[in-house]
């Protein structure tokens, strides 16, 4: 289901795959929606429109040089991502799930921090409070920030 109760409380139902994609998060900054899903075919999924959506990002693994970066990025389609949620802070989108990767326009990805294989955030937020600002996410077997 798609809508923006922003401009209408009218919801459209549309098909976007005839598979399960196990969407977990949603945002919108200014025209881009972002969402997170645990379907490793389809971990970031983006539209300008919320009709036509796309998965056809890149990341750039942990550690890549800037200079080899055209030559290492990954689709996302194989990169093995499960997102659970996804933030917008300061220009820059945060994503977090069996990774943490970062993006400033949706499309290209960095990865910060791999996850050993039992761990998993589920969740991962900005805050600013008078002891702390940056972000924090929850998550299971020691894995939290």
């Given at each position: 289901m798609v809508a923006d109760l922003e401009v209408t409380d009218d919801w459209a139902i549309s098909v976007l795959a005839n598979q399960t994609l196990?969407?977990?998060?949603?945002?919108?900054?200014?025209?881009?929606?972002?969402?997170?899903?645990?379907?490793?075919?389809?971990?970031?999924?983006?539209?300008?429109?919320?009709?036509?959506w796309n998965t056809n990002g890149y990341i750039v693994p942990l550690g890549t040089p800037a200079n080899s970066i055209e030559f290492d990025k990954v689709r996302l389609i194989a990169s093995g991502l499960e997102l659970n949620s996804v933030v917008y802070h300061n220009n820059l989108y945060v994503?977090?799930?069996?990774?943490?990767?970062?993006?400033?326009?949706?499309?290209?990805?960095f990865e910060r921090g791999v996850l050993?294989?039992?761990?998993?955030?589920?969740?991962?937020?900005?805050?600013?409070?008078?002891?702390?600002?940056?972000?924090?996410?929850?998550?299971?077997?020691?894995?939290?920030?």
């Open positions: 196990d969407f977990t998060d949603i945002i919108k900054v200014q025209n881009l929606y972002v969402v997170t899903s645990t379907n490793k075919p389809t971990p970031i999924l983006i539209s300008s429109d919320q009709v036509n994503a977090a799930g069996n990774k943490v990767v970062t993006s400033a326009n949706g499309t290209l990805w050993a294989s039992t761990q998993e955030l589920f969740d991962v937020q900005y805050v600013t409070s008078a002891d702390f600002d940056g972000y924090i996410t929850v998550g299971k077997n020691g894995a939290a920030g």
